[in-house]
T-cell receptor, first 114, second 115 residues
Framework: QQQVKQSPQSLIVQKGGISIINCAYE??????FPWYQQFPGKGPALLIA?????SEKKEGRFTISFNKSAKQFSLHIMDSQPGDSATYFC?????????????FGQGTILTVHP | GAGVSQTPSNKVTEKGKYVELRCDPI?????LYWYRQSLGQGPEFLIY????????DSGLPNDRFFAVRPEGSVSTLKIQRTERGDSAVYLC?????????????FGPGTRLTVL
């Protein structure tokens, strides 16, 4: 059962543009939503994360928008740079007995053209 | 400081063989996770340790897979009678605590190829 659906699979933007990646989840027990960035040959690295008690979180050029009623969240990358070219994964986890077990989306390959 | 390290970085084996994959977590991290990442997919949870004990092994695909963390630090993922479908990148992550909001730091992974 795929619990976190991510789109698009790939995204091409021009330098300076806005990159938007969307995720939808099914499990209402999820209460922590991180985004990870992965470069080829490397492990995923945490980019930014949000809890469902807020609708938006911004860190530098990266913003998460969260819609609890729709069970959707998205990552916005402002002023996209070629160095942002990587694969991005949304993820979700719940507290309680699931501890930190992360459920990942399928990933979005972002290419930023100079 | 040093991050999560995994050895070997690449492992090529033949179908039916036994393999061991090692993970060295960040010093002081009590929680350790194993994930498997197939080509073009997101990581999939395998097993989670809090200290020496496996707190959740619900993601292990079958009994050919086993993991240990005998001293609460280094962990080894063991795969018996490997199959071609086991080919993937095996990722290890660690976090300071087992709170779901603690950042998980991932290693670079071990790429396993079963011929």
């Amino acid at each position: 059962q795929q619990q976190v659906k991510q789109s698009p699979q790939s995204l091409i933007v021009q330098k300076g543009g806005i990159s938007i990646i969307n995720c939808a989840y099914e499990n209402t027990a999820f209460d922590y939503f991180p985004w990870y960035q992965q470069f080829p040959g490397k492990g995923p690295a945490l980019l930014i994360a949000i809890r469902p008690d807020v609708s938006e979180k911004k860190e530098g050029r990266f913003t998460i928008s969260f819609n609890k009623s729709a069970k959707q969240f998205s990552l916005h990358i402002m002023d996209s740079q070629p160095g942002d070219s990587a694969t991005y994964f949304c993820a979700a986890s719940s507290g309680g007995t699931s501890y930190g077990k992360l459920t990942f989306g399928q990933g979005t390959i972002l290419t930023v053209h100079p | 400081g040093a991050g999560v390290s995994q050895t070997p970085s690449n492992k090529v084996t033949e179908k039916g063989k036994y393999v061991e994959l090692r993970c060295d977590p960040i010093s002081g991290h009590t929680a350790l996770y194993w994930y498997r990442q197939s080509l073009g997919q997101g990581p999939e949870f395998l097993i989670y340790f809090q200290g020496t004990g496996a707190a959740d092994d619900s993601g292990l695909p079958n009994d050919r897979f086993f993991a240990v963390r005998p001293e609460g630090s280094v962990s080894t993922l063991k795969i018996q009678r490997t199959e071609r479908g086991d080919s993937a990148v095996y990722l290890c992550a660690s976090s300071f605590r087992d709170s779901n909001t603690d950042t998980q730091y991932f290693g670079p992974g071990t790429r396993l190829t079963v011929l």
